[in-house]
T-cell receptor
Framework: KQEVTQIPAALSVPEGENLVLNCSFT??????LQWFRQDPGKGLTSLLL?????REQTSGRLNASLDKSSGRSTLYIAASQPGDSATYLC?????????????FGQGTTLQVKP | GAVVSQHPSRVICKSGTSVKIECRSL??????MFWYRQFPKQSLMLMAT?????????EQGVEKDKFLINHASLTLSTLTVTSAHPEDSSFYIC??????????????FGPGTRLTVL
């Protein structure tokens, strides 16, 4: 059974800091891994998607890495801003196609203080 | 980007009543839609997968007679919580799969519906 764990559960940093969010999964047989952002009471916004054959993806100040063999992914946020405050969810997709089930971690709630 | 809407965004109902939540893909057709539930400070849990024109596939532990799913068209799926009870209070999020090919199908999420059962 695939389990996804995110550490830490919550994080508070001053504005401008670089930070790393961690995600681990128990079954390395994944199709892809995705990082989402969720604002309070809102739906999910996809940030980065890494296919199982890829090692990292970058978008602006965000960089996500994937080490499938060790079951780990990290989301690196550079020069954090108050607008980055949100909950960040990691999800792995099971199976061999893009229609496999998404398994979510419990998220890391980030607060960036001005 | 593709847009998925949900209606209503928030609903409060009395115990024992039924509530219907709509999920629409606004600018694409979705043969597959997903329904998730999220309790406070917890992650999203998949409830069921619905395919247009066929019966939904429910996850283990989800009562199909309580959570009725209808995917009658390529742009609309509905979730009806029947005889709702306070323990059904949760944040319900739908997601629609936009076809783009084997490696480029993309799943888009709706904004969620907050259900409170009194």
């Amino acid at each position: 059974k695939q389990e996804v764990t995110q550490i830490p559960a919550a994080l508070s940093v001053p504005e401008g800091e670089n930070l790393v969010l961690n995600c681990s999964f128990t079954d390395s047989a994944i199709y892809n891994l995705q990082w989402f952002r969720q604002d309070p009471g809102k739906g999910l916004t996809s940030l980065l998607l890494i296919q199982s054959s890829q090692r990292e993806q970058t978008s602006g100040r965000l960089n996500a890495s994937l080490d499938k063999s060790s079951g780990r992914s990290t989301l690196y946020i550079a020069a954090s801003q108050p607008g980055d405050s949100a909950t960040y969810l990691c999800a792995v997709r099971r199976g061999r196609s893009n229609t496999g089930k998404l398994i979510f971690g419990q998220g890391t709630t980030l607060q960036v203080k001005p | 980007g593709a847009v998925v809407s949900q209606h209503p965004s928030r609903v409060i109902c009395k115990s024992g009543t039924s509530v219907k939540i709509e999920c629409r893909s606004l600018d694409f057709q979705a043969t597959t839609m997903f329904w998730y539930r999220q309790f406070p400070k917890q992650s999203l849990m998949l409830m069921a997968t619905s395919n247009e024109g066929s019966k939904a596939t429910y996850e283990q532990g989800v009562e199909k007679d309580k959570f009725l799913i209808n995917h009658a068209s390529l742009t609309l799926s509905t979730l009806t919580v029947t005889s709702a009870h306070p323990e059904d209070s949760s944040f319900y999020i739908c997601s629609a799969l936009k076809a783009g090919g084997l490696t480029t199908d993309t799943q888009y999420f709706g904004p969620g519906t907050r259900l409170t059962v009194l």
